[in-house]
């Protein structure tokens, strides 16, 4: 399968815990994005990567929140100290920047839980 | 980006075309029109897109209006595995560092009857 990955596919945790989330993306696309959907609305933008480089961050992506992608290729989304409305399905996605567009390839999604 | 109107929910029987309309008044020159789909607890799906002209995939194909201000995805054969919610968006990726972002709405919900 070479689609976009993400592990784990569901998350249970407790609050004031830390989560990690991973997401491997299609391998040739050089930039990767960060969603997160809360139930009922549609996926809302978190930040995104063009190769290693973090290029924008929303307002949504609090000081707990950290993303990596070292070396341009998986990356990770940290949540410090969870609260209860972290509690979301966060996506990954990848694209190829030139061309025609840059179309968005989607992960199946990690559900985070916060207790 | 520029905002997309959508209907709320449609509904449509099972082989049927499905004509999904979307309205996207302030598009400016550089915006593509990007349709995606999410079926229940999965990520969203990438269907079509286009800058001016109609396009056709295996999927589907997309119908933007000459002033671009309106666009129609359309389904040909609709399945109930198309029941799904379908969300229109315009997007500046005409290139440079600061773009590609999608903003989803809240989409038109699409249930496919037998």
């Known amino acids: 399968d070479t689609g976009v990955s993400q592990n784990p596919r569901h998350k249970i945790t407790k609050r004031g815990q830390n989560v990690t989330f991973r997401c491997d993306p299609i391998?040739?696309?050089?930039?990767l994005y960060w969603y997160r959907q809360t139930l009922g609305q549609g996926p809302e933008f978190l930040t995104y990567f063009q190769n290693e480089a973090q290029l924008e961050k929303s307002r949504l992506l609090s000081d707990r929140f950290s993303a990596e992608r070292p070396k341009g290729s998986f990356s990770t989304l940290e949540i410090q100290r969870t609260e209860q409305g972290d509690s979301a399905m966060y996506l990954c996605a990848s694209s190829l920047v030139g061309g025609r567009g840059y179309e968005q390839y989607f992960g199946p999604g990690t559900r985070l839980t916060v207790t | 980006d520029a905002k997309t109107t959508q209907p709320t929910s449609m509904d449509c029987a099972e082989g049927r075309a499905a004509n999904l309309p979307c309205n996207h008044s302030?598009?400016?020159?550089?915006?593509?029109v990007y349709w995606y789909r999410q079926i229940h607890s999965q990520g969203p799906q990438y269907i079509i897109h286009g800058l001016k002209n109609n396009e056709t995939n295996e999927m589907a194909s997309l119908i933007i209006t000459e002033d671009r201000k309106s666009s129609t995805l359309i389904l040909p054969h609709a399945t109930l595995r198309d029941t799904a919610v379908y969300y229109c968006i315009v997007s500046n990726t005409a290139g440079g560092t600061s773009y590609g972002k999608l903003t989803f709405g809240q989409g038109t919900i699409l249930t496919v009857h037998p």
């Open positions: 391998s040739e696309h050089n930039r």
């Open positions: 302030t598009i400016s020159g550089n915006e593509y």
